[in-house]
């Protein structure tokens, strides 16, 4: 059995805990959590750099709480800290304000509710400490702040209604998503062509194809899996196949061993789609077409992870890219959450398909390329299109690559 804890930060909730310094965050994590993950003090800016705390919160589920260090801190590493928050913004699902009822500071209020709003990010207000004022002071906010939690994280009063209120409304603002529950019917079949190769741990499959397996197996979907090397004979073996799902790299040959009656597509193409925006992700493969020796390519991965000779983000796109456009293109490579602010500098954004990011961090990656007018793909599209079977992986998605 696969315990909650171990379940990737990819797939949790994200919540993260915002406010000034010293308005009691770090107190009201430890509350929630019940346990001392974060640091208290009374000294400004003992939270320096974001926390991040995996925990179940039931009956809600695997959630990631995140304490970030203190808006309005000064000084040049204060800023630093502010800005680091701010870039927390990214992958946030749900976003908890917290206010000391002795310092309510109406203009950082509103600023970070404009914040939240323009990353569309649902949000509550909390208003701390109120053991330490009148019963007239909490009920004259009370009016002020109608829609906010009123607690006291030293003394744990009003916690556990603060719990019950956040799991509510989480739960209003999900939605039931699937990778492929909605693509194929009830008793449908698919192959999932796994190449094992010098990345593949040992004893292991990736993350993506664990997600699928599991998808497929809650929509009553049968699945099969076998590395390339058997793919042709267990298509003589499984009849009336509905649907073959494949690695990006082995997107060529697996086109060339399954027949144009059966439908292909790859894993990141899947998660193109389930995390972020496929059509927008198509759309930016385009971009090959106008590029030349000066454009700058970036390269950005979810995670970090040691570089081989078989690496498809910093060997095999660069070379395939290369040929196609014959040009010796400049490439940036970034991993894991430094995701660059001047992307204006670049002229294409080669995503990886993000199975170690939420939706929220890939959705707002893509938000910031269309924002600034860069465009943005991922590895499975790209390779796709390299390999000439865009067309082909999109089939199944009815969308079509613009042929002007």
């Known amino acids: 059995m696969i315990k909650l804890n171990n379940t990737p930060s990819a797939n949790r909730v994200h919540i993260a805990i915002y406010g000034k310094t010293n308005a009691g965050k770090s107190s009201l994590l430890n509350a929630i959590i019940g346990q001392e993950v974060s640091l208290v003090s009374h000294v400004e800016g003992t939270t320096t750099d974001p926390v991040n705390k995996p925990m179940e919160l039931i009956p809600l589920g695997p959630v990631v709480f995140i304490d970030t260090a203190g ?173 073959v799902v494949t690695d990006s790299q082995a997107f060529k040959r697996v086109s060339e061993i399954v027949p144009k009656s059966i439908k292909l597509t790859g894993f990141s193409t899947l998660f193109a789609r389930y995390k972020g925006d496929l059509k927008t992700l198509v759309e930016g493969v385009e971009k090959t077409k106008e590029l030349n020796e000066n454009s700058k390519i970036l390269i950005s991965e979810s995670c970090t992870h040691n570089c081989s000779y078989e690496d498809i983000g910093r060997v095999k796109i660069p070379r395939l890219l290369n040929k196609h456009t014959g040009l010796n293109l400049n490439y940036t490579f970034k991993g894991g959450h430094d995701f660059p602010d001047d992307l204006e500098e670049y002229d294409l954004v080669i995503h990886c398909g993000s199975c170690m990011l939420n939706k929220k961090t890939m959705q707002t990656r893509i938000d910031m390329c269309v924002e600034k007018g860069v465009k943005i793909t991922n590895y499975g599209v790209i390779l796709a299109y390299l390999n000439g079977i865009l067309d082909r992986s999109l089939e199944i998605f009815n969308i079509k690559l613009n042929k002007n």
Do not use: C, W
């Not at 309005?72 to 590493?77: A, Q």
């Open 71 to 243: 808006l309005g801190d000064t000084g040049e590493l204060g800023e630093l800290r502010v800005k680091r928050s701010l870039k927390v913004l990214q992958r946030t699902d749900f976003a908890i304000y917290v206010m000391d009822i002795n310092d309510i500071d109406i203009e950082k209020y509103n600023e970070s509710i404009r914040n939240f709003k323009k990353h569309n990010i649902p949000y509550m207000t909390v208003i701390n400490k109120i053991d330490t004022v009148s019963n007239e002071k909490i009920n004259e906010l009370k009016k002020r702040f109608k829609d906010a939690m009123f607690v006291s994280a030293a003394k744990e009063e009003n916690i556990l209604k603060l719990k019950d209120e956040l799991i509510k409304r989480i739960k209003q603002e999900e939605e039931e998503e699937t990778i492929i529950g909605d693509l194929l019917p009830y008793n449908s079949k698919i192959i999932m062509v796994v190449p094992i190769d010098s990345e593949a741990p040992k004893g292991r499959i990736i993350l993506p194809q664990v997600q699928l397996i599991r998808d497929s197996l809650d929509h009553g979907i049968k699945s099969y899996v076998v590395r390339d090397t058997e793919l042709a004979s267990a298509l003589k073996d499984i009849k009336d196949v509905d649907l």
